[in-house]
Nanobody
Framework: QVQLVESGGGLVQAGGSLRLSCAAS????????MAWFRQAPGKEREFVAV????????YYAETVRGRFTISRDNAKNTVYLQMNSLKPEDTAIYYC???????????????????WGQGTQVAVSS
Protein backbone atom coordinates (compact mmCIF):
# COMPACT_ATOMS: atom_id res chain seq x y z
CA GLN A 1 0.00 0.00 0.00
CA VAL A 2 1.25 3.44 -0.94
CA GLN A 3 -0.10 6.75 0.31
CA LEU A 4 0.65 9.91 -1.64
CA VAL A 5 0.45 13.50 -0.40
CA GLU A 6 0.94 16.43 -2.77
CA SER A 7 2.02 19.93 -1.80
CA GLY A 8 3.36 23.10 -3.36
CA GLY A 9 0.34 24.35 -5.25
CA GLY A 10 -0.79 27.95 -5.19
CA LEU A 11 -1.59 31.07 -7.16
CA VAL A 12 1.02 32.42 -9.56
CA GLN A 13 1.10 34.94 -12.40
CA ALA A 14 1.55 33.83 -15.97
CA GLY A 15 5.23 33.27 -16.71
CA GLY A 16 5.94 32.30 -13.13
CA SER A 17 7.10 29.03 -11.62
CA LEU A 18 5.95 26.52 -9.03
CA ARG A 19 7.44 23.31 -7.71
CA LEU A 20 5.07 20.55 -6.69
CA SER A 21 6.09 17.76 -4.36
CA CYS A 22 4.55 14.36 -3.75
CA ALA A 23 5.59 12.53 -0.61
CA ALA A 24 5.01 8.78 -0.61
CA SER A 25 4.78 6.29 2.21
CA UNK A 26 5.76 2.68 1.82
CA UNK A 27 9.05 0.84 1.40
CA UNK A 28 8.43 -0.03 -2.26
CA UNK A 29 8.22 3.55 -3.56
CA UNK A 30 11.55 3.22 -5.34
CA UNK A 31 10.23 0.40 -7.55
CA UNK A 32 7.19 2.32 -8.82
CA UNK A 33 6.82 4.54 -11.84
CA MET A 34 5.41 7.90 -10.75
CA ALA A 35 3.31 10.36 -12.70
CA TRP A 36 1.56 13.68 -12.50
CA PHE A 37 -1.91 14.23 -13.89
CA ARG A 38 -4.11 17.32 -13.78
CA GLN A 39 -7.79 18.12 -13.97
CA ALA A 40 -9.19 21.50 -14.91
CA PRO A 41 -12.79 22.48 -14.03
CA GLY A 42 -15.24 20.74 -16.33
CA LYS A 43 -12.55 18.67 -18.02
CA GLU A 44 -11.28 15.12 -17.74
CA ARG A 45 -8.15 14.27 -15.83
CA GLU A 46 -5.18 14.36 -18.19
CA PHE A 47 -1.63 13.09 -18.20
CA VAL A 48 1.18 15.58 -17.54
CA ALA A 49 4.44 13.69 -16.96
CA VAL A 50 5.83 10.31 -15.88
CA UNK A 51 9.16 9.10 -14.52
CA UNK A 52 10.45 5.55 -14.23
CA UNK A 53 11.59 3.88 -11.03
CA UNK A 54 15.16 5.19 -10.96
CA UNK A 55 14.61 8.54 -12.66
CA UNK A 56 16.55 7.93 -15.87
CA UNK A 57 13.52 7.88 -18.17
CA UNK A 58 10.77 10.48 -18.42
CA TYR A 59 7.96 11.40 -20.76
CA TYR A 60 5.82 14.53 -21.01
CA ALA A 61 2.56 15.63 -22.49
CA GLU A 62 3.09 17.83 -25.53
CA THR A 63 1.39 20.75 -23.78
CA VAL A 64 4.04 20.91 -21.03
CA ARG A 65 7.16 19.60 -22.74
CA GLY A 66 10.02 22.04 -22.40
CA ARG A 67 8.35 23.90 -19.50
CA PHE A 68 7.81 21.20 -16.86
CA THR A 69 10.37 18.80 -15.38
CA ILE A 70 9.56 15.68 -13.39
CA SER A 71 12.16 14.26 -11.02
CA ARG A 72 12.37 11.98 -8.00
CA ASP A 73 14.45 11.40 -4.90
CA ASN A 74 14.03 7.79 -3.81
CA ALA A 75 15.97 8.41 -0.62
CA LYS A 76 13.26 10.89 0.38
CA ASN A 77 10.34 8.95 -1.15
CA THR A 78 9.41 12.07 -3.06
CA VAL A 79 8.62 12.98 -6.66
CA TYR A 80 8.66 16.55 -7.92
CA LEU A 81 7.17 18.57 -10.74
CA GLN A 82 9.02 21.78 -11.56
CA MET A 83 6.71 24.01 -13.56
CA ASN A 84 8.17 26.99 -15.39
CA SER A 85 6.69 29.53 -17.82
CA LEU A 86 3.25 28.82 -16.45
CA LYS A 87 0.20 29.71 -18.52
CA PRO A 88 -3.41 30.30 -17.49
CA GLU A 89 -4.32 27.05 -19.22
CA ASP A 90 -2.14 25.21 -16.71
CA THR A 91 -4.70 26.02 -14.02
CA ALA A 92 -5.95 22.72 -12.57
CA ILE A 93 -5.80 20.38 -9.64
CA TYR A 94 -2.58 18.41 -9.94
CA TYR A 95 -2.51 14.79 -8.83
CA CYS A 96 0.40 12.51 -8.10
CA UNK A 97 0.00 8.83 -9.01
CA UNK A 98 1.95 5.61 -8.59
CA UNK A 99 2.03 2.60 -10.90
CA UNK A 100 3.31 -0.70 -9.51
CA UNK A 101 3.57 -3.03 -12.48
CA UNK A 102 7.41 -2.77 -12.39
CA UNK A 103 7.47 -3.62 -16.12
CA UNK A 104 9.62 -0.59 -16.90
CA UNK A 105 7.12 0.96 -19.31
CA UNK A 106 6.08 4.58 -19.03
CA UNK A 107 2.29 4.79 -19.09
CA UNK A 108 0.19 7.85 -19.87
CA UNK A 109 -3.28 6.44 -19.22
CA UNK A 110 -4.65 6.97 -15.73
CA UNK A 111 -6.21 3.48 -15.78
CA UNK A 112 -2.79 1.95 -15.07
CA UNK A 113 -2.20 3.90 -11.87
CA UNK A 114 -3.07 2.15 -8.64
CA UNK A 115 -2.48 4.89 -6.11
CA TRP A 116 -3.48 8.56 -6.12
CA GLY A 117 -2.94 11.57 -3.93
CA GLN A 118 -5.65 14.02 -2.96
CA GLY A 119 -4.41 16.72 -5.32
CA THR A 120 -3.03 20.24 -5.01
CA GLN A 121 -4.55 23.30 -6.66
CA VAL A 122 -2.53 25.35 -9.13
CA ALA A 123 -4.00 28.63 -10.38
CA VAL A 124 -2.26 30.79 -12.98
CA SER A 125 -3.51 34.33 -13.48
CA SER A 126 -3.14 36.22 -16.74
Amino acid sequence: QVQLVESGGGLVQAGGSLRLSCAASGRTFSSYAMAWFRQAPGKEREFVAVINWNGDDTYYAETVRGRFTISRDNAKNTVYLQMNSLKPEDTAIYYCAAEDSVDGLLKVSLKYYNYWGQGTQVAVSS
